[in-house]
C-alpha cells in the first residue's frame, strides 16, 4: 500500500502553559479510492524523538492499513527534529524525559487521538504503539478508552514508576482502567527492564483483569528491533516475529467490527488426550496422543485422521 507523509503542528497546553506539538502523519493511500478510510494507530517514539527507524516503522504499519500518528515528545523544550544516537544525544534524551511532567506527556497522548479522530478518513478504531520511552507512553496512551489495543516494545519506567518529573507515576496503579488489549514484548536480557521487573508488571496486569499477551524473547536486548544504531543488539528475525504480534492484534481489534467486549471467554474444558473412546457400535478405538473436547456430552475429534469416524457417528 501507498503511503503519503506529512505533518501537523497542534496546540498543546500542560502545567499552565501553552505551546505546539508537531505531529508527523503516514497516511495509507489507495489510488482511484480518495474516500477509503483506516484505523488510527499513535506511535510513541524512543527518547531520541521521531528519528529514521521510528519513521520506518511507522511506514511499516502505514503501508498495511493504517494511519499513523507520531508526537514529537519534547516539543516543550526541543524542535520536532529527532536527536542524534550517541552519547550527547542519550544524555539530552533522558534528561527531557526526566523533566517532562506527567500532564504534558498525557495531554500529548490525548493531543494525538484527537488528531487522528478529526481526520474524514479515520474510522474511529484507534490503537497504539512504542518503544522504550514509547512503549510506557503506549501503555498509558491506552488508559484512555477510545485506544482499543495497544503494543508496548520494552516499556521503560514502568515497573518502577519513574516516569516523568513528579515521579512516582501512576501508570501500572491505574492499568485496570484499560479497556482496551494489550501486547506486551521484552527481551530476557533488557537491564532496563530487569527480570523482577517484568515480573512485577505481568503480575499487576494479571491482578487487574486486563486482556493482554505476553512475549519474552529468548537473549534478547533492550531495543532489539531498532534498525540503526542499536550497539549491535538488533535482531531481524525477532523483529518480524514481533510485527506478526502487532499486525494480529491490530488487524483483529481495529480492523474488524466486533462490538463491545460481553463477559470473557467461557469455560476452558481440560483436554485429556490419552484416553480410549467407544464408537456405537461398542468397540473402543484408541486415540492416545489424539486430541478431541468434549461437546455437550460427545467426544468431537479434532484429529483430522478421524474424521472418516467422526462422520459415521
Known amino acids: 500500500m501507498l503511503i503519503v507523509e506529512s505533518h501537523i503542528d497542534v496546540p498543546t497546553k500542560a502545567d499552565g502553559v501553552e505551546g505546539s506539538m508537531r505531529i508527523f502523519l503516514f497516511h495509507p493511500s489507495i489510488p482511484g479510492y480518495p474516500n477509503a478510510k483506516f484505523p488510527g494507530v499513535a506511535l510513541f517514539s524512543e527518547i531520541y524523538q521521531v528519528t529514521g527507524p521510528v519513521a520506518r516503522f511507522a511506514r511499516s504499519i502505514a503501508s498495511a492499513g493504517y494511519i499513523v500518528a507520531a508526537p514529537s515528545s519534547y516539543h516543550d523544550f526541543v524542535p520536532s527534529t529527532p536527536l542524534a544516537y550517541d ?24 493531543a494525538t487521538i484527537d488528531a487522528l479522530l478529526a ?3 479515520c474510522t474511529g478504531r484507534l490503537g497504539a504503539t512504542g518503544m522504550c520511552l514509547g512503549g510506557h507512553l503506549a501503555i ?10 495497544a503494543v508496548a516494545y520494552f516499556a521503560t519506567d514502568l515497573h518502577s514508576a519513574t516516569l516523568g518529573a513528579n515521579n512516582p ?15 506486551c514484548i521484552h527481551g530476557t ?10 515480573d512485577k508488571i505481568r503480575l499487576k496486569l494479571r491482578e487487574a ?3 493482554f499477551s505476553w ?32 499486525e494480529e492484534v491490530f488487524g483483529r481489534v481495529l480492523r474488524t467490527e466486533l462490538g463491545e467486549r460481553v463477559g470473557g471467554v467461557g469455560e476452558v474444558e481440560h483436554c485429556e488426550p490419552d484416553a480410549d473412546y467407544e464408537d456405537s457400535n461398542d468397540t473402543k478405538v484408541d486415540v492416545k496422543r489424539s486430541a478431541y473436547r468434549k461437546t455437550k456430552g ?16
Not at 501512576?170 to 482502567?177: N, P, Y
Not at 536486548?221 to 549491535?232: C, L, N, P, V, Y
Open 215 to 246: 512475549f519474552e524473547v529468548a537473549g534478547a536486548q533492550h531495543a532489539f528491533i531498532r534498525d540503526e544504531m542499536s550497539k549491535g543488539r538488533f535482531d531481524g528475525a525477532v523483529t518480524r516475529v514481533c510485527w506478526g504480534m502487532l
Open 87 to 110: 552519547v550527547p544525544g542519550t544524555e539530552l534524551g533522558n534528561s527531557l524525559k526526566a523533566k517532562k511532567t506527567l500532564e504534558s506527556y498525557d495531554a500529548d497522548s490525548a
Open 209 to 211: 483483569g486486563v486482556v
Open 189 to 198: 536480557l533488557d537491564t532496563h527492564v530487569p527480570p523482577a521487573g517484568r
Open 169 to 183: 507515576d501512576d501508570t501500572l496503579a491505574r492499568c485496570k482502567e484499560i479497556k482496551g488489549e494489550l501486547v
Open 298 to 313: 460427545t467426544k468431537e475429534f479434532i484429529d483430522p485422521n478421524f474424521a472418516a469416524l467422526k462422520a459415521a457417528r
Open 140 to 149: 498509558r496512551c491506552a488508559l484512555d478508552p477510545r485506544i482499543s489495543a
Open 119 to 121: 481526520l474524514p478518513t
